[in-house]
């Protein structure tokens, strides 16, 4: 059995002990104009409590702000992003609309530039799967008047001749083809050659021509050739493109070199089709000499 410690001294009497010594505190703390003893504690105890707790509600109420800063700048930036978004999908449409327009300020120029002939405007819709358009498809066939042998330009000038026609559709062989042959001539002098077709040359952006005469004829780099009026199938005057190199044969007869073509056969969108064929022409032409 315990013996209970007598010694102990109940808590309600420390508890006034220590109210005691805290009024003779605040007592002496006024006589001494709070310079005493409890400032010296305070200075200890109270006031570092009183600093964090400070510097803690600063720090709170800063990264409040810093998070609600940082939601607005969020929310901004989301705002900015979807603006650059819309603004980039106009911009492309506008260079889209910009490069169609410019195609068609192209193919208007050359409807112009032949208004003799009777024309259709194609778009390109499929190629023999080649970086090239040497043989293509088109969007209007025999519904609309095209037909076999009917001429195709583009750019500035002749990019082929149809080779098959349905109703819906037409194929054309451009005239970098390999098996295209074209009777020409020099437009400053009308003589005559033949240019040929050759994929190989393609990459150069060139065609070659050759069986022209060498004759006193002085042909330059810079010439335009075009096709000749004897040719079977392309009617006459149809731009080819520009002599870019020249020389006389080994046989000294004949002079050869190579064309710059005037259309960009790496890239072909939309055609004009001279609905009326080369003998069509010709046809017309005898029915109007035997009609005087």
Not at 143 to 168: H, Y
Not at 188 to 206: E, F, H, P, Y
Not at 268 to 282: F, G, H, N, R
């Amino acid at each position: 059995m315990k013996v209970k410690n007598q010694t102990s001294m109940p808590s309600k009497y420390w508890l006034l002990i220590l109210a005691v010594v805290c009024v003779i505190l605040l007592g002496i703390e006024g006589f001494v104009d709070g310079g005493g003893p409890l400032r010296l504690v305070a200075n200890y105890t109270i006031i570092p409590m009183q600093k964090g707790i400070s510097y803690a509600g600063r720090y709170l109420s800063d990264l409040s702000e810093n998070f609600d800063t940082l939601e607005e700048v969020r929310t901004e930036n989301e705002k900015l992003q979807s603006k650059v978004d819309e603004l980039t999908i106009d911009n492309t449409r506008l260079r889209q609309e910009q490069y169609e327009l410019e195609r068609l300020r192209e193919l208007y120029q050359l409807d112009e530039n032949y208004s003799d002939y009777q024309k259709i405007g194609a778009h390109v819709i499929a190629n023999n799967g080649s970086n090239w358009f040497n043989d293509f498809t088109i969007d209007k066939g025999s519904n609309d008047g095209i037909q076999v042998d009917c001429n195709v330009l583009a750019g500035s000038g002749l990019v082929g001749i149809v080779t098959e026609v349905g109703p819906d559709y037409a194929r054309v062989r451009s005239i970098i083809d390999d098996s295209s042959n074209i009777s020409a001539m020099v437009l400053s002098t009308s003589d005559i050659c033949i240019v040929r077709g050759d994929l190989k040359l393609a990459s150069d952006g060139r065609i070659h021509f050759e069986n022209l005469p060498n004759n006193d004829n002085e042909i330059e780099v810079g010439e335009q050739v075009v096709t000749s009026h004897v040719s079977s199938r392309f009617v006459q005057g149809l731009f080819i493109g520009y002599i870019s190199e020249i020389q006389v044969d080994s046989n000294n007869l004949t002079r050869s070199g190579y064309i710059t073509p005037a259309v960009d056969f790496s890239n072909l969108q939309e055609v004009l089709v001279i609905t009326s064929t080369k003998q069509d022409l010709i046809n017309s032409e005898t029915d109007q000499n035997e009609g005087e």
